[in-house]
């Protein structure tokens, strides 16, 4: 179960999200939408109404240095947004 979830999410767009009890996570890229609520649910001791996910794509990187150009790619990864039940809640800082 730990390896279903990699990590939360914390920007200022998910931070608007908790209002409306929906929290974002970084999944593994294998598991599918009722695999990461059980995940969500066991370990943050919470019932899920819905998950959503997308994948966010890599992106070109490219640097100027003395010894000449070098390019990359970031790594793609897939995001999961869960929206809990009705009075649930996740304090991400105390239960990880």
Known sequence: MSEIIIRPILTEKVTA???????AFEV????NKIE???AVSKRFKVK???VRT???RSKS???LTKRGRFEGRTRAWKKAIVT???GDKIDLFTNE
């Open 17 to 23: 999200l908790q209002d409306k009890r929906q929290y």
């Open 28 to 31: 593994s890229g294998g598991v």
């Open 36 to 38: 990461i609520g059980k």
């Open 48 to 50: 899920v109404t819905s």
């Open 54 to 56: 997308m994948w966010v």
């Open 61 to 63: 990187k490219q640097q």
């Open 84 to 86: 809990l039940h009705e």
